[in-house]
Protein backbone atom coordinates (compact mmCIF):
# COMPACT_ATOMS: atom_id res chain seq x y z
CA UNK A 1 0.00 0.00 0.00
CA UNK A 2 1.39 3.48 -0.94
CA UNK A 3 1.82 5.00 2.67
CA UNK A 4 1.00 9.00 2.81
CA UNK A 5 4.51 11.02 2.20
CA UNK A 6 5.55 12.69 5.44
CA UNK A 7 5.58 16.27 5.12
CA UNK A 8 6.73 20.07 6.61
CA UNK A 9 4.03 21.42 8.83
CA UNK A 10 4.22 25.02 6.92
CA UNK A 11 6.43 27.49 5.40
CA UNK A 12 8.17 28.50 8.84
CA UNK A 13 9.20 24.95 9.25
CA UNK A 14 10.45 24.40 5.55
CA UNK A 15 12.65 27.51 5.58
CA UNK A 16 13.90 26.48 8.81
CA UNK A 17 14.56 22.88 7.89
CA UNK A 18 16.37 24.19 4.77
CA UNK A 19 18.36 27.05 6.26
CA UNK A 20 19.30 24.21 9.07
CA UNK A 21 20.82 22.41 6.62
CA UNK A 22 22.62 25.44 5.07
CA UNK A 23 24.21 26.94 8.02
CA UNK A 24 26.66 25.11 8.92
CA UNK A 25 30.28 24.46 9.08
CA UNK A 26 30.92 26.42 5.96
CA UNK A 27 29.47 29.60 7.57
CA UNK A 28 31.79 29.41 10.63
CA UNK A 29 35.22 28.38 9.19
CA UNK A 30 35.33 29.24 5.82
CA UNK A 31 33.00 32.54 4.51
CA UNK A 32 35.05 34.94 6.82
CA UNK A 33 38.19 33.48 6.34
CA UNK A 34 37.11 33.88 2.34
CA UNK A 35 35.72 37.21 3.49
CA UNK A 36 39.02 38.65 4.93
CA UNK A 37 41.00 36.91 1.93
CA UNK A 38 39.53 38.09 -1.17
CA UNK A 39 38.89 42.49 -0.34
CA UNK A 40 35.87 42.10 2.78
CA UNK A 41 33.01 44.30 1.33
CA UNK A 42 33.75 43.68 -2.21
CA UNK A 43 33.76 40.27 -1.16
CA UNK A 44 30.69 40.79 0.80
CA UNK A 45 28.78 42.26 -2.54
CA UNK A 46 30.06 39.54 -4.97
CA UNK A 47 28.54 37.02 -2.67
CA UNK A 48 25.43 38.85 -2.09
CA UNK A 49 24.93 39.79 -6.25
CA UNK A 50 26.00 36.07 -6.80
CA UNK A 51 23.24 34.62 -3.99
CA UNK A 52 20.42 37.21 -5.68
CA UNK A 53 21.04 35.19 -8.86
CA UNK A 54 22.67 32.00 -9.53
CA UNK A 55 22.30 30.29 -5.84
CA UNK A 56 18.98 31.75 -6.24
CA UNK A 57 18.25 29.82 -9.64
CA UNK A 58 19.78 26.94 -8.70
CA UNK A 59 18.12 26.15 -5.14
CA UNK A 60 14.66 27.04 -6.95
CA UNK A 61 15.29 24.57 -9.68
CA UNK A 62 16.01 21.86 -6.99
CA UNK A 63 12.92 22.60 -4.52
CA UNK A 64 10.56 22.65 -7.37
CA UNK A 65 12.19 19.14 -8.74
CA UNK A 66 11.62 17.37 -5.33
CA UNK A 67 7.67 18.98 -4.95
CA UNK A 68 7.03 18.82 -8.53
CA UNK A 69 7.97 14.62 -8.40
CA UNK A 70 7.24 14.18 -4.61
CA UNK A 71 10.59 11.91 -4.73
CA UNK A 72 13.89 12.26 -3.47
CA UNK A 73 16.68 12.55 -6.34
CA UNK A 74 17.08 9.06 -7.70
CA UNK A 75 13.38 9.22 -8.22
CA UNK A 76 12.96 12.89 -8.69
CA UNK A 77 15.21 13.04 -11.83
CA UNK A 78 13.85 9.40 -13.07
CA UNK A 79 10.22 10.62 -12.90
CA UNK A 80 11.09 13.57 -15.12
CA UNK A 81 13.16 11.78 -17.66
CA UNK A 82 14.89 8.05 -17.61
CA UNK A 83 17.63 8.91 -19.80
CA UNK A 84 18.90 11.44 -16.61
CA UNK A 85 18.22 9.07 -13.92
CA UNK A 86 22.26 9.32 -13.91
CA UNK A 87 22.01 12.73 -12.05
CA UNK A 88 19.44 11.47 -9.38
CA UNK A 89 22.22 8.70 -8.41
CA UNK A 90 24.99 10.73 -8.23
CA UNK A 91 23.48 13.32 -6.23
CA UNK A 92 22.16 10.54 -3.83
CA UNK A 93 25.83 9.48 -3.56
CA UNK A 94 27.32 12.76 -2.15
CA UNK A 95 25.58 12.72 1.16
CA UNK A 96 26.22 8.86 1.68
CA UNK A 97 29.66 10.22 1.37
CA UNK A 98 29.60 13.39 3.31
CA UNK A 99 27.60 12.53 6.30
CA UNK A 100 29.97 10.28 8.11
CA UNK A 101 33.25 12.55 7.68
CA UNK A 102 30.58 15.67 8.39
CA UNK A 103 30.07 13.35 11.69
CA UNK A 104 33.50 13.03 12.74
CA UNK A 105 33.53 16.90 12.88
CA UNK A 106 30.58 17.19 14.63
CA UNK A 107 31.95 14.68 17.23
CA UNK A 108 35.27 17.13 17.70
CA UNK A 109 32.78 19.75 17.96
CA UNK A 110 30.85 18.12 21.18
CA UNK A 111 34.79 17.24 22.79
CA UNK A 112 35.30 20.88 22.61
CA UNK A 113 31.88 21.70 23.89
CA UNK A 114 33.32 19.48 26.98
CA UNK A 115 36.70 20.80 27.18
CA UNK A 116 35.49 24.07 27.57
CA UNK A 117 32.26 23.32 30.30
CA UNK A 118 34.82 21.49 32.04
CA UNK A 119 37.48 24.35 32.52
CA UNK A 120 40.21 22.86 30.24
CA UNK A 121 40.17 25.91 28.21
CA UNK A 122 43.84 26.62 28.91
CA UNK A 123 44.67 23.03 27.99
CA UNK A 124 42.88 23.43 24.47
CA UNK A 125 44.88 26.83 23.70
CA UNK A 126 47.82 24.30 23.13
CA UNK A 127 49.27 24.57 19.63
CA UNK A 128 49.36 20.55 19.41
CA UNK A 129 46.47 20.40 21.52
CA UNK A 130 44.01 19.57 18.67
CA UNK A 131 46.54 17.23 16.76
CA UNK A 132 47.20 15.42 19.51
CA UNK A 133 43.20 14.88 20.45
CA UNK A 134 42.68 13.92 16.70
CA UNK A 135 45.51 12.13 16.36
CA UNK A 136 44.69 9.63 19.82
CA UNK A 137 42.41 6.53 18.06
CA UNK A 138 39.07 5.52 20.42
CA UNK A 139 38.36 9.22 21.76
CA UNK A 140 37.39 10.72 18.86
CA UNK A 141 35.03 7.80 17.59
CA UNK A 142 33.32 7.27 20.78
CA UNK A 143 32.33 11.68 20.37
CA UNK A 144 31.82 11.11 16.67
CA UNK A 145 29.60 8.01 17.29
CA UNK A 146 27.72 9.96 19.74
CA UNK A 147 27.31 12.98 17.29
CA UNK A 148 26.26 10.40 14.47
CA UNK A 149 23.40 8.81 16.62
CA UNK A 150 22.31 12.44 17.92
CA UNK A 151 21.43 12.41 14.44
CA UNK A 152 19.83 9.18 13.74
CA UNK A 153 17.88 10.01 16.96
CA UNK A 154 16.18 13.31 14.99
CA UNK A 155 15.66 11.66 11.69
CA UNK A 156 13.58 8.37 13.33
CA UNK A 157 11.40 10.97 14.25
CA UNK A 158 10.63 12.14 11.14
CA UNK A 159 10.30 15.07 9.00
CA UNK A 160 7.81 16.98 11.10
CA UNK A 161 8.34 16.14 14.52
CA UNK A 162 12.41 15.24 14.46
CA UNK A 163 13.99 17.46 11.38
CA UNK A 164 11.42 20.60 11.43
CA UNK A 165 10.75 20.44 15.39
CA UNK A 166 14.87 20.17 15.79
CA UNK A 167 15.41 23.10 13.40
CA UNK A 168 12.63 25.13 15.11
CA UNK A 169 14.31 25.40 18.21
CA UNK A 170 18.08 25.56 16.63
CA UNK A 171 17.93 27.64 14.22
CA UNK A 172 16.30 30.89 16.68
CA UNK A 173 18.74 29.79 19.21
CA UNK A 174 22.13 29.77 16.96
CA UNK A 175 21.17 33.10 15.81
CA UNK A 176 21.36 34.75 19.27
CA UNK A 177 24.17 32.90 20.33
CA UNK A 178 26.03 34.31 17.34
CA UNK A 179 24.59 38.02 17.89
CA UNK A 180 25.49 37.54 21.77
CA UNK A 181 29.17 35.92 21.08
CA UNK A 182 29.99 39.13 18.46
CA UNK A 183 28.58 41.53 20.77
CA UNK A 184 30.68 40.02 23.47
CA UNK A 185 33.64 40.09 21.46
CA UNK A 186 33.36 43.52 20.18
CA UNK A 187 33.17 44.85 23.77
CA UNK A 188 35.67 42.51 25.88
CA UNK A 189 38.21 42.51 23.02
CA UNK A 190 40.80 45.76 23.07
CA UNK A 191 41.26 46.52 19.10
CA UNK A 192 37.89 44.25 17.66
CA UNK A 193 36.52 48.01 15.95
CA UNK A 194 40.06 47.80 13.80
CA UNK A 195 38.99 44.01 13.04
CA UNK A 196 35.04 45.04 12.17
CA UNK A 197 36.25 48.18 10.00
CA UNK A 198 39.08 45.63 7.64
CA UNK A 199 35.94 42.93 7.43
CA UNK A 200 33.47 45.60 6.35
CA UNK A 201 35.37 47.88 3.97
CA UNK A 202 35.87 47.08 0.41
CA UNK A 203 39.64 46.98 -0.37
CA UNK A 204 39.56 46.48 -3.88
CA UNK A 205 42.83 45.95 -4.15
CA UNK A 206 42.40 42.35 -3.44
CA UNK A 207 39.71 42.20 -6.16
CA UNK A 208 40.63 40.20 -8.71
CA UNK A 209 38.77 37.52 -10.81
CA UNK A 210 39.79 34.88 -7.71
CA UNK A 211 37.35 36.96 -5.52
CA UNK A 212 33.97 35.61 -7.86
CA UNK A 213 35.79 32.34 -8.16
CA UNK A 214 35.54 31.74 -4.40
CA UNK A 215 32.35 33.34 -3.30
CA UNK A 216 30.98 31.26 -5.83
CA UNK A 217 32.42 28.11 -4.59
CA UNK A 218 31.18 29.14 -1.33
CA UNK A 219 27.56 29.99 -2.10
CA UNK A 220 27.74 26.54 -3.72
CA UNK A 221 28.56 24.36 -0.68
CA UNK A 222 26.56 26.69 1.89
CA UNK A 223 22.89 26.54 0.51
CA UNK A 224 23.68 22.87 0.40
CA UNK A 225 22.77 22.36 -3.30
CA UNK A 226 24.00 19.13 -5.65
CA UNK A 227 23.66 16.68 -3.02
CA UNK A 228 19.87 15.83 -3.23
CA UNK A 229 18.85 17.96 -0.11
CA UNK A 230 16.85 20.47 -1.72
CA UNK A 231 14.99 17.95 -3.94
CA UNK A 232 14.25 16.03 -0.66
CA UNK A 233 12.79 19.09 1.55
CA UNK A 234 11.37 20.31 -1.53
CA UNK A 235 9.42 17.03 -1.80
CA UNK A 236 8.02 17.86 1.77
CA UNK A 237 6.85 20.57 0.65
CA UNK A 238 3.06 21.53 1.01
CA UNK A 239 1.96 23.12 -2.71
CA UNK A 240 0.95 26.37 -1.35
CA UNK A 241 4.30 27.60 -0.22
CA UNK A 242 5.54 29.80 -2.73
CA UNK A 243 8.94 28.66 -3.50
CA UNK A 244 10.53 32.01 -4.49
CA UNK A 245 9.65 33.58 -1.32
CA UNK A 246 10.98 30.40 0.58
CA UNK A 247 14.36 30.59 -1.16
CA UNK A 248 15.04 34.29 -0.15
CA UNK A 249 14.35 33.43 3.41
CA UNK A 250 16.36 30.72 3.23
CA UNK A 251 19.11 33.22 1.32
CA UNK A 252 19.10 35.68 4.17
CA UNK A 253 19.26 33.39 6.63
CA UNK A 254 22.28 31.72 5.50
CA UNK A 255 24.26 34.48 4.30
CA UNK A 256 23.07 36.75 7.54
CA UNK A 257 24.59 34.05 9.22
CA UNK A 258 27.74 33.71 7.48
CA UNK A 259 28.01 37.62 7.67
CA UNK A 260 27.72 37.69 11.99
CA UNK A 261 30.09 34.31 11.48
CA UNK A 262 32.48 36.86 10.38
CA UNK A 263 31.84 39.59 12.85
CA UNK A 264 32.10 37.14 15.53
CA UNK A 265 35.58 35.70 14.41
CA UNK A 266 37.05 38.12 12.31
CA UNK A 267 37.57 41.36 14.80
CA UNK A 268 38.91 38.42 17.21
CA UNK A 269 41.47 36.97 14.95
CA UNK A 270 42.32 40.39 13.80
CA UNK A 271 43.21 41.76 17.05
CA UNK A 272 44.97 38.34 18.58
CA UNK A 273 47.43 38.71 15.44
CA UNK A 274 46.42 40.56 13.07
CA UNK A 275 46.66 40.07 9.19
CA UNK A 276 48.47 36.82 9.36
CA UNK A 277 46.41 35.55 11.99
CA UNK A 278 43.39 35.44 9.64
CA UNK A 279 45.28 33.15 7.05
CA UNK A 280 43.73 30.21 9.09
CA UNK A 281 40.82 28.56 7.85
CA UNK A 282 38.84 25.39 8.47
CA UNK A 283 40.09 23.21 11.20
CA UNK A 284 42.63 25.13 12.28
CA UNK A 285 41.04 28.34 12.47
CA UNK A 286 37.90 26.75 14.76
CA UNK A 287 39.90 24.60 16.61
CA UNK A 288 43.41 25.81 16.95
CA UNK A 289 43.24 29.40 16.54
CA UNK A 290 39.84 30.16 18.44
CA UNK A 291 40.91 28.81 21.13
CA UNK A 292 43.78 30.43 21.77
CA UNK A 293 41.68 33.52 21.46
CA UNK A 294 39.08 32.42 24.03
CA UNK A 295 42.40 31.82 26.48
CA UNK A 296 43.08 35.37 26.13
CA UNK A 297 39.80 36.74 26.81
CA UNK A 298 37.99 37.68 29.61
CA UNK A 299 35.30 35.00 30.45
CA UNK A 300 36.69 32.95 28.00
CA UNK A 301 35.79 29.34 29.04
CA UNK A 302 32.30 30.83 28.96
CA UNK A 303 32.39 32.16 25.65
CA UNK A 304 34.32 29.20 24.28
CA UNK A 305 31.89 26.78 25.93
CA UNK A 306 28.87 29.15 23.79
CA UNK A 307 30.40 29.10 20.60
CA UNK A 308 30.96 25.42 20.53
CA UNK A 309 27.35 24.75 21.30
CA UNK A 310 26.60 27.58 18.30
CA UNK A 311 28.99 24.98 16.51
CA UNK A 312 27.24 22.20 17.27
CA UNK A 313 23.77 23.72 16.32
CA UNK A 314 24.81 24.46 12.68
CA UNK A 315 26.53 21.53 11.99
CA UNK A 316 23.75 19.16 13.49
CA UNK A 317 20.88 20.58 11.78
CA UNK A 318 23.39 19.71 8.54
CA UNK A 319 23.91 16.25 9.46
CA UNK A 320 20.33 15.82 9.93
CA UNK A 321 19.49 17.21 6.60
CA UNK A 322 21.85 14.49 4.78
CA UNK A 323 20.67 11.60 6.80
CA UNK A 324 17.16 12.58 5.76
CA UNK A 325 18.12 12.36 2.45
CA UNK A 326 19.71 9.08 2.41
CA UNK A 327 17.12 8.11 4.13
CA UNK A 328 14.30 9.27 1.92
CA UNK A 329 16.00 7.82 -1.16
CA UNK A 330 15.90 4.38 0.17
CA UNK A 331 12.60 4.78 1.68
CA UNK A 332 11.59 5.82 -2.24
CA UNK A 333 12.75 2.90 -3.54
CA UNK A 334 12.01 -0.16 -0.49
CA UNK A 335 9.06 0.41 1.54
CA UNK A 336 11.05 -0.27 4.52
CA UNK A 337 9.80 1.23 7.88
CA UNK A 338 11.61 4.53 8.83
CA UNK A 339 12.89 2.80 12.16
CA UNK A 340 14.66 0.13 10.52
CA UNK A 341 15.97 2.27 7.20
CA UNK A 342 17.91 5.03 10.40
CA UNK A 343 19.08 1.91 11.71
CA UNK A 344 20.49 0.70 8.74
CA UNK A 345 22.08 3.89 7.57
CA UNK A 346 23.44 4.68 10.89
CA UNK A 347 25.65 1.57 11.08
CA UNK A 348 26.73 2.18 7.75
CA UNK A 349 27.85 5.55 8.51
CA UNK A 350 29.56 4.63 11.24
CA UNK A 351 31.51 2.40 9.99
CA UNK A 352 32.58 5.02 7.18
CA UNK A 353 32.94 7.23 9.54
CA UNK A 354 35.26 5.17 11.68
CA UNK A 355 37.76 4.69 8.56
CA UNK A 356 37.87 8.78 8.82
CA UNK A 357 38.51 9.25 12.06
CA UNK A 358 41.40 6.57 11.66
CA UNK A 359 43.17 8.54 8.88
CA UNK A 360 44.38 10.88 11.73
CA UNK A 361 45.39 8.35 13.95
CA UNK A 362 46.34 4.57 13.77
CA UNK A 363 45.65 4.45 10.04
CA UNK A 364 47.65 8.02 9.17
CA UNK A 365 49.46 6.28 6.81
CA UNK A 366 46.74 5.53 4.46
CA UNK A 367 46.29 8.24 1.93
CA UNK A 368 44.39 8.04 -1.26
CA UNK A 369 45.71 10.12 -3.89
CA UNK A 370 47.95 12.23 -1.72
CA UNK A 371 45.03 13.08 1.08
CA UNK A 372 44.29 12.04 4.46
CA UNK A 373 40.48 10.04 3.89
CA UNK A 374 38.28 12.70 5.19
CA UNK A 375 40.20 14.85 2.98
CA UNK A 376 39.71 12.37 0.43
CA UNK A 377 35.84 12.38 0.64
CA UNK A 378 35.88 15.71 0.96
CA UNK A 379 37.45 15.74 -2.26
CA UNK A 380 35.24 13.31 -3.99
CA UNK A 381 31.99 14.69 -2.50
CA UNK A 382 32.66 18.80 -3.06
CA UNK A 383 35.01 18.99 -5.52
CA UNK A 384 34.06 16.80 -8.03
CA UNK A 385 30.41 14.98 -7.57
CA UNK A 386 28.92 18.54 -6.56
CA UNK A 387 29.51 20.21 -9.64
CA UNK A 388 29.42 17.64 -11.83
CA UNK A 389 25.52 17.12 -10.11
CA UNK A 390 24.87 20.75 -10.50
CA UNK A 391 26.14 21.13 -13.69
CA UNK A 392 23.77 17.74 -15.13
CA UNK A 393 21.19 19.50 -13.35
CA UNK A 394 21.12 23.11 -15.09
CA UNK A 395 21.81 21.62 -18.65
CA UNK A 396 18.94 19.09 -17.73
CA UNK A 397 16.65 21.86 -16.77
CA UNK A 398 17.61 24.27 -19.33
CA UNK A 399 17.38 22.69 -22.55
CA UNK A 400 15.82 19.16 -21.75
CA UNK A 401 13.15 19.01 -19.25
CA UNK A 402 12.98 23.12 -20.09
CA UNK A 403 12.76 26.00 -17.42
CA UNK A 404 8.90 26.37 -18.25
CA UNK A 405 8.40 22.92 -16.45
CA UNK A 406 9.36 24.30 -13.67
CA UNK A 407 8.40 27.87 -13.69
CA UNK A 408 5.06 25.91 -14.10
CA UNK A 409 5.64 24.28 -10.51
CA UNK A 410 6.63 27.45 -8.83
CA UNK A 411 3.70 28.84 -9.92
CA UNK A 412 1.22 27.01 -8.65
CA UNK A 413 1.38 28.38 -4.86
CA UNK A 414 2.57 32.79 -6.05
CA UNK A 415 3.82 34.79 -9.06
CA UNK A 416 7.23 33.56 -10.32
CA UNK A 417 8.13 37.13 -10.07
CA UNK A 418 12.02 36.54 -11.09
CA UNK A 419 11.26 33.82 -13.64
CA UNK A 420 12.86 35.36 -16.64
CA UNK A 421 15.98 36.00 -15.11
CA UNK A 422 15.57 31.96 -13.67
CA UNK A 423 15.38 31.02 -17.15
CA UNK A 424 18.74 32.89 -18.71
CA UNK A 425 20.53 31.72 -15.24
CA UNK A 426 19.61 28.25 -15.36
CA UNK A 427 20.56 28.04 -19.34
CA UNK A 428 23.72 29.92 -19.69
CA UNK A 429 25.07 31.58 -16.57
CA UNK A 430 24.44 28.44 -13.97
CA UNK A 431 27.10 26.03 -16.71
CA UNK A 432 29.47 28.56 -17.06
CA UNK A 433 29.92 29.57 -12.90
CA UNK A 434 29.62 25.29 -12.07
CA UNK A 435 32.64 24.89 -14.43
CA UNK A 436 34.61 27.91 -13.03
CA UNK A 437 34.10 25.74 -9.66
CA UNK A 438 34.81 22.73 -10.67
CA UNK A 439 37.88 23.60 -12.91
CA UNK A 440 39.09 25.86 -9.90
CA UNK A 441 38.18 23.05 -6.66
CA UNK A 442 40.18 20.80 -8.40
CA UNK A 443 43.47 22.83 -8.88
CA UNK A 444 42.70 23.81 -5.48
CA UNK A 445 42.58 20.01 -4.09
CA UNK A 446 45.89 19.90 -5.80
CA UNK A 447 47.75 22.84 -4.40
CA UNK A 448 47.95 24.14 -8.16
CA UNK A 449 46.33 27.54 -6.74
CA UNK A 450 45.28 28.81 -3.32
CA UNK A 451 41.52 29.65 -2.17
N1 LIG B 1 25.84 24.08 3.82
C1 LIG B 1 26.68 23.53 4.81
C2 LIG B 1 27.73 24.49 5.27
O1 LIG B 1 27.79 25.62 4.88
C3 LIG B 1 27.39 22.37 4.31
C4 LIG B 1 26.67 21.14 4.29
C5 LIG B 1 25.39 20.99 4.61
C6 LIG B 1 27.39 20.12 3.91
C7 LIG B 1 24.80 19.83 4.55
C8 LIG B 1 26.81 18.97 3.85
C9 LIG B 1 25.51 18.86 4.16
O2 LIG B 1 28.55 24.11 6.07
Given at each position: MEQKRSSFTGKIGFVLAAAGSAVGLGNIWRFPYLAAKYGGGIFLLVYIALALTFGFSLMVAEIAIGRKTKLSPIGAFRALNKKFSFIGILAAIVPVIILPYYSVIGGWVIKYIAGFVTGQGSAMASDTYFSSYIGSTAEPIVWFALFMGLTALVVILGVDKGVEKVSKIMMPLLIVLVIFIAIYVMIAVDGAWEGVIYYI????????IMTVVAAMGQLFYSMSLAMGIMITFGSY??????IEKSTHQIEIFDSGIAFLSGLMIIPAVFAFGGEEALSASGPSLMFVTLPKIFATMPGGSFIGAVFFIMVFFAALTSSISLMETVVSTILDKFKINRKLCCVFVLLFSLVLGTFSSLGYSAWSGVTLLGMQLLDFFDFISNSILMPIVALATSIFVG????PKTLIEEVELSSKFKAKKMFEVVIRYIAPVCILVILISSVLSAFGVIKI
Open positions: KPDFSKFSMKKDISFFLK
